[in-house]
């Protein structure tokens, strides 16, 4: 077994936990909006909340001082879910095998959970003092990241040249490579550095778990890009067609050998660390395996 899959099955539960712990009881009013957000982050890979675990723990951080921030950092990522979903955006029916948000509670309900996921994650990454005894300066860090990870030079940023993007529009390299970078692997890097960040990292540290995790979030963009294809999912939007993609743009045996050099150079940037990383390379793997 994958050693990310045994990590996966051992530290799983303590994500599942953590979730759990601090999403408000779906009978707490207003029951509609927290019974929304409690199914908006069910199901998922936690790959996110994961890698900083993994980072955090690599770097000798005890689990239990993180886990507030994988909460966090999952619900950032179920917040950007459910507005990629909308109608106004991407326009799907379907999400991790069952109807989005939008279709299963309405389009008002969703778009408050939406914010109401974002507003928690910044609340718990605030209380991080509190509650795992982080250093405020660090909760601090970890906040700023945040803004700039999910706005205007990250995801927000990244959705926006998604929808910009027209029919007649030249897709190159670079400009597709940017928009995932963006809306995906911006957010797989801001997962490594705050755990590096709990875990006092050194800057040697953290710029090189940033840079792994971000070719690695660029990998995962294309082998999710090439598993929705070979499904038809890409095909199910109102926006088929127009949304670039890596499927769209190369032949699937191209498209996997970008995979394979983002995930090359994702294992290159942890050249500095030895054995200690050998779940974040496993995870590395892991990914171009979905891909088999």
Do not use: W
Request: aromatic share 6%.
């Amino acid at each position: 077994m994958n050693t990310f899959s045994v990590y996966l099955q051992t530290k799983g539960p303590l994500i599942e936990s953590a979730l759990d712990r601090y999403l408000p009881p779906s009978t707490r009013e207003p029951t509609a909006l927290h019974r929304c957000m409690r199914y908006s982050a069910t199901g998922g890979k936690r790959l996110r909340p994961l890698i900083t675990l993994g980072v955090a723990e690599m770097l000798g951080c005890d689990a239990e001082r993180v886990l507030p921030t994988c909460a966090a950092i999952e619900f950032i990522h179920t917040h950007s879910l459910i507005l990629d979903d909308l109608p106004c955006m991407d326009n799907d029916d379907f999400r991790r095998g069952r109807p989005t948000s939008h279709r299963q509670f309405g389009e008002s309900i969703a778009l408050l959970a939406a914010d109401a996921l974002l507003n928690l994650a910044i609340c718990l990454l605030g209380t991080n003092h509190r509650l795992a005894g982080i250093p405020p300066e660090t909760a601090l860090d970890i906040i700023r990241e945040v803004g700039e990870t999910v706005g205007t030079d990250g995801v927000i940023g990244g959705q926006m040249a998604d929808l910009a993007f027209l029919p007649s529009s030249e897709v190159t390299a670079t400009i597709l490579e940017r928009i995932h970078v963006d809306k995906t692997a911006r957010l797989f890097r801001l997962s490594a550095r705050a755990g590096a960040l709990i875990a006092q990292a050194k800057p040697a540290q953290l710029e090189g778990v940033g840079a792994y995790a971000e070719r690695l979030g660029l990998a995962f963009q294309i082998v999710d890009d090439l598993l929705d294809h070979a499904d038809g999912k890409s095909d199910a939007s109102n926006r088929s067609g127009v949304e670039p993609s890596y499927a769209r743009s190369y032949s699937p045996l191209v498209a996997r050998d970008l995979a394979v050099e983002a995930t090359s150079r994702a294992l290159d940037s942890l050249s500095r660390f030895g054995e200690e990383a050998r779940v974040l390379r496993a995870l590395a793997r892991y990914n171009l395996e979905r891909a088999s």
